[in-house]
């Protein structure tokens, strides 16, 4: 309750603040609740002239069949006021093309800030037109320029939800002159999608970004808390006689890949070196304007960046963000997050998964284990109609894989480690009610050809979910829902490991909802989320909803479910700052409440948060959070024990930093959370630093040390007089991390980009102990620690006699660890025409154990400078014929 008055006093003492700093330059300001008029433009047709040539001089007599637009309007810091500089701009078109001009007025070159940077980077000064070609007021295409000619290009879906991973293929060039600098670009219509109607009006919106001030202005005025982006464009006229534009692209590829490692000896698998030559062929077709089939046959899904160090010890899966380009392009047509940011009904990672049988057996001595599963091939039908439907279709077969084995009598065998799989996702959305609404659906399959080494899979899995969302009073409210089921198949042992797994659990011994069955060859559940909220006009933001997952729903053969059996009520309300004062461009504070329980009806948690956010006049910045956390029950903590009860927590977090347009900026923050008779802790530090020592050069370097003790870490199960017993101990965990980014654009086509991370794991535990009452709240009552005489340490095990008859009643591992990991990539980009690319790769890698008693620096020595890297050269080349 303190905690509850604390939040709700903050937030009168900001909301009174804010008043007292309005009230002061109230006589300055424009009154921001007015209506913003919808603008109008007006393009011509340019098919009689002469072409356009792009070369960022706006001098083509085409130019003149129109007049300016201009009237631009600050939306950032200081909303619905003059800018500092003026921006005009010129549309036209043609039977192929639209034509766009922009003239960014700054007399003073020195404050025209000229970065380079790799494309969807938008470095320094830059200038952007969104097109909402259908005038759906939900769907629109982003085209972005920098002055030094870097490209951005974006869809933006649901209103506002923005997608860099759109790369068409278009045209720009920029010059800088005594007034300013100008823009032009040439976008192929083939590269859009809209009607055949014979007159058509389009949504646009032009944004600059002035950066030396760090402004932005619109040429359609936008409220400072607009309830949807799209929603709010102004309008392009005079599109007369388009003809839509069916796209075609085929694009072949060959990689080289050269890889080079420390030799082991005896084992052929391990020679000290690899080779592989690898063609395939991507390829772009309209089926019709508004829906395109993507084939890839062999696919390429190499990432340059690699995956970011990371250990749990929570039993749970780590997530990992989707980086291959066929998956991540359109992505946003595929999505389904039906409760929250990771669980969704389509997860891309589980194609060309790490496959999921063992190559280890009995008599198997060394093996050759395939990293990731081959694609065969795969397909997406997707698109926007003019009538509102939006549509998905994704196909994609992957092989059987066998891995390699050598037996104990030197024979060569292949052992099936994944079977052939078939992966279908299906996507419709329909908007209505003039554009406010949707509803849709989704359907996922995943079909396997089991075999008897792999029967603890399941042979199909199936899911599909409703959503809908409902937006009214100028799309100020909401309504949305979400829904899923789900049904798996497969063997008695298939079924049965799901029961067990640590998503569900069915084992646990205080659970009386579930239980295990060993004879079930099926499973079906549900889950879902109900949210209502506002979401538009005026400054304050609120919501309230429950979201709910059945103990069965199982979404994990080609969806990310992390858990089951979960009901979820929350909560919340921002204010939001956006008048400028004399000591802030923009802030925000909020709360939120939530409350948490399983299907059995077991109260797990309940928390409140505190989140606040500023950026300051001089665009330094600061985030502060904290929230309380009274009641904690974990189901899964215990792996299948009973529910376990962690101790009162209070939370904290601040970070703060320097204003990041400089071209040397620095970021620093701390995490602290503290659990009442010390049970457990976190200490976080992050340092960061960017550093722009040209405008071509970009340098960044973040550190990140993190402490995690705790008395009650999970180690193990053993049995004990017949009764389960769980084994704890204190840990003092320690992470170290360092991340270095270079990146130098000779070009916007051509760039050099370099990543690198060590990272350190530390797991040291001591004081073993065992759980006694596994709810209560006192932690002497919860857990019993072993005396010196019931436990000795020896062989680099436990062994424990608990009941002190001088007899071993069972032991444990020491579960001491040292994960160590240094991943680097070296990547040049050379985009040698529009479309077509060549990479030049250097990636190298070092994964081993440490010693948990070294010191960070000893660690560094032993296992990551002594030690062999993998080293592996690639060259990819791609050419993309446009027909």
Same mark, same amino acid.
């Given at each position: ?14 909301? &009174? ?291 970011? @160090? ?12 989707? +980086? ?8 946003? =047509? ?25 190559? &280890?057996? *009995? ?61 279908? =996702? ?16 989704? &359907? ?39 829904? =899923? ?51 538009? @006009? ?36 921002? /204010? ?8 802030? +461009?923009?802030?925000?504070? $909020? ?9 059995? $009806? ?31 029950? =974990? ?25 990041? +347009?400089?071209?040397?900026?620095? /970021? ?72 270095? +980014? ?13 990543? $690198? ?29 072993? @005396? ?26 020491? *579960? ?31 994964? @081993?154990? $440490? ?33």
């Amino acid at each position: 309750m303190k905690f509850i008055k604390f939040t709700f006093g903050l937030l009168i003492i900001a909301c &009174f603040s804010h008043q007292i700093n309005a009230q002061s330059s109230s006589d300055k300001k424009p009154d921001l609740n007015l209506a913003f008029a919808k603008r109008s433009y007006t393009t011509t047709s340019i098919n009689d002239l002469d072409p356009i040539k792009i070369d960022g001089i706006i001098d083509d007599d085409a130019w003149d069949a129109v007049e300016w637009t201009s009237d631009y309007v600050e939306w950032e810091p200081d909303n619905n006021t003059d800018p500092s500089q003026q921006t005009k701009m010129k549309i036209v078109y043609d039977s192929r093309n639209l034509y766009v001009a922009f003239r960014c007025y700054e007399p003073d070159p020195e404050k025209i800030i000229q970065r380079m940077g790799r494309r969807d980077d938008f470095p320094g000064d830059w200038i952007e037109l969104n097109i909402d070609s259908y005038n759906d007021d939900r769907t629109a295409f982003s085209f972005t320029t920098s002055v030094s000619g870097v490209k951005g290009d974006e869809f933006i879906s649901n209103n506002g939800n923005f997608d860099s991973s759109w790369n068409p293929i278009w045209y720009v060039k920029t010059n800088i002159d005594e007034e300013g600098w100008t823009a032009e670009l040439r976008i192929p219509l083939s590269q859009l999608r809209f009607s055949n109607d014979k007159d058509q009006v389009w949504g646009i919106q032009s944004t600059r970004r002035y950066f030396s001030k760090e402004e932005r202005s619109t040429w359609q005025p936008v409220p400072a808390n607009p309830a949807g982006w799209v929603s709010s464009f102004g309008e392009l006229r005079g599109l007369k006689n388009l003809e839509p534009q069916k796209q075609l692209e085929i694009q072949p590829y060959t990689v080289t890949k050269y890889k080079s490692y420390e030799q082991e000896a005896g084992n052929p698998y391990r020679d000290g070196n690899d080779e592989d030559l690898t063609v395939g062929l991507d390829a772009k077709i309209g089926i019709t304007n508004d829906l395109t089939v993507d084939l890839t046959i062999n696919p390429d899904f190499g990432q340059v960046d690699a995956d970011p @160090g990371a250990v749990t010890l929570d039993g749970f899966e780590i997530f990992f963000q989707e +980086r291959r380009p066929f998956f991540v392009e359109n992505k946003s =047509v595929f999505d389904y997050r039906f409760t929250d940011s990771q669980n969704n009904l389509f997860f891309s990672r589980r194609i060309g998964r790490s496959p999921q049988g063992q190559a &280890f057996g *009995p008599g198997v001595v060394y093996a050759d284990s395939p990293v990731n599963t081959t694609i065969l091939g795969a397909a997406k039908f997707s698109g926007k109609t003019e009538n509102g439907w939006t549509i998905g279709v994704l196909e994609s077969v992957t092989a059987k894989e066998y891995a390699g084995v050598i037996n104990t009598n030197g024979e060569e065998d292949e052992v099936l480690v994944e079977p052939l799989t078939n992966y279908f =996702v299906g996507r419709v959305q329909k908007d209505f009610n003039d554009r406010n609404s949707y509803v849709g659906t989704m &359907f996922t399959a995943t079909h396997r050809n089991i075999e008897d080494d792999l029967t603890f899979l399941h042979t199909q899995a199936f899911s599909g979910g409703l959503d809908f969302k409902h937006n009214w009073k100028d799309r100020t409210y909401y309504l949305e829902g979400h829904s =899923v089921i789900s049904h798996v198949r497969g063997s008695k042992e298939a079924i049965l490991n799901t029961q067990n797994s640590i998503v569900h659990l069915f084992q646990r011994t205080d659970a009386d909802h579930v239980e295990v069955d060993p004879n079930r060859t099926s499973l079906t559940g549900t889950g879902g989320r109900l949210e209502f909220g506002k979401g538009g @006009g005026g400054n304050w933001r609120y919501r309230a909803g429950g979201k709910w997952i059945s103990p069965e729903l199982e979404t994990n053969d080609i969806g990310f479910l992390r858990q089951a059996d979960d009901i979820r009520q929350y909560a919340g309300v921002n /204010r939001l700052f956006t008048r400028p004062t004399s000591w802030f +461009r923009r802030a925000n504070i $909020g709360i939120e409440q939530s409350s948490v329980f399983d299907f059995e $009806g077991n109260y797990n948690r309940m928390q409140y948060e505190l989140r606040s956010s500023i950026n300051y006049k001089n665009n330094w910045w600061s985030e502060f959070g904290a929230a309380h956390k009274p009641r904690i029950f =974990v189901n899964s903590f215990l792996r299948g024990g009973p529910r376990w009860r962690f101790n009162e927590e209070n939370y904290w977090f601040l970070f703060s930093g320097t204003d990041q +347009r400089k071209k040397l900026s620095f /970021r620093a923050g701390y995490v602290h959370a503290q659990a009442k008779q010390n049970a457990f802790g976190l200490r976080r530090y992050v340092v960061g630093t960017n550093y722009q020592p040209l405008n071509a050069l970009n340098l960044s370097l973040e550190l990140e040390y993190e402490q995690n003790p705790s008395k009650t870490q999970y180690i193990t199960e053993r049995s004990f007089n017949g009764a389960a017993r769980y084994i704890l101990g204190q840990i003092d965990q320690e992470t170290l991390s360092a991340t270095l +980014r270079v990146n130098y654009s000779i070009n916007p086509n051509l760039s050099i980009q370099y990543y $690198g991370q060590p990272f350190i794991f530390k797991a040291d535990y001591s004081n073993l102990n065992f759980v006694q009452d596994a709810t209560a709240r006192d932690i002497n009552k919860r857990i019993s620690w072993y @005396g010196d005489d019931q436990i000795a340490f020896e062989n680099n095990s436990y062994l424990i006699d608990e009941n002190r008859d001088n007899i071993i009643d069972y032991s444990v591992s020491n *579960p001491d660890f040292t994960f160590v990991q240094f991943r680097s990539n070296l990547v040049a980009r050379w985009e040698y025409i529009p479309g077509s690319e060549i990479f030049f790769v250097w990636s190298q890698g070092v994964t @081993g154990l $440490g010693d948990v008693d070294n010191d960070f620096s000893a660690i560094v020595d032993n296992q990551l400078l002594r030690q062999r890297p993998q080293n592996t050269f690639l060259i990819k080349a791609t050419y993309r014929f446009i027909l």
